[in-house]
């Protein structure tokens, strides 16, 4: 059997239109492969994680250091949490118990009258230090820290003598208590007094702008803390 390929019996005018043909189609191809874009590839989305509030630090200590620190952070729910400790273990009469007492009664209905809750009958320790802050507070009068002071309450209770709107003060009696308030801040970073405090101060001194960003900051950090608002 005899095979013959079918290019060796075309025509010499056929065998031509076949070569232009085969070049025509290959150079269709390779435009159409330079023409057609090149799909980019679609990144995988990776949801974003969601990021829960940091976990309070470990507290592993005693029952009186608890009621300092929620009477240090002093926000409504806090300070009524101290006062709860205080009535569940039996301790408002002792001289800590009334002092803390005193201390948390007092934050609680100047700086959250709205607040309504049952509180405990005041008997504070007269010569204590705080009872003493609070009592010059009343009258108006600024009882400064001690100068080798560590105590935050000692820093920030004063304050409570400049808080009062109806009383217009002088600047240096903010400004002084801003120094306080400053060093306070760095004792404890976990409580509204010292933060809030300072607005007030800049509200005082007219410095608005400070005044206004001080507060957002605290109603920030402390979402209830509503007379930040």
Request: one cysteine or more; hydrophobic letters at 40%.
């Amino acid at each position: 059997m005899i095979y013959i390929h079918t290019m060796e019996i075309w025509s010499p005018r056929q065998k031509g239109f076949f070569c232009l043909l085969t070049v025509i189609i290959s150079i269709l191809a390779l435009i159409s492969c330079k023409s057609t874009p090149v799909q980019p590839e679609t990144p995988l989305e990776i949801a974003a994680l969601e990021v829960s509030d940091p976990i309070p630090r470990t507290r592993n200590f005693g029952i009186p250091d608890e009621i300092r620190y929620n009477t240090e952070r002093a926000t409504p729910s806090s300070l009524i949490t101290a006062l709860e400790i205080i009535r569940s273990q039996g301790i408002e009469s002792t001289e800590f118990g009334r002092t803390m007492v005193n201390v948390n009664v007092n934050l609680l209905r100047i700086l959250y009258p709205a607040v309504q809750t049952e509180l405990l009958i005041l008997d504070p320790p007269i010569n204590h230090v705080y009872s003493r802050i609070l009592r010059e507070a009343e009258k108006g009068v600024y009882t400064s820290p001690g100068r080798n002071s560590n105590d935050y309450l000692e820093h920030v209770l004063p304050f409570l003598s400049l808080y009062s709107s109806e009383v217009t003060f002088p600047p240096e009696s903010y400004l002084s208590a801003l120094s306080d308030l400053e060093r306070a801040g760095k004792l404890n970073d976990e409580s509204v007094l010292a933060a809030y405090f300072t607005g007030i101060a800049y509200e005082r001194l007219e410095r608005f702008q400070d005044a206004s960003d001080q507060f957002a900051k605290v109603w920030k950090d402390f979402p209830e803390c509503y007379i930040a608002v």
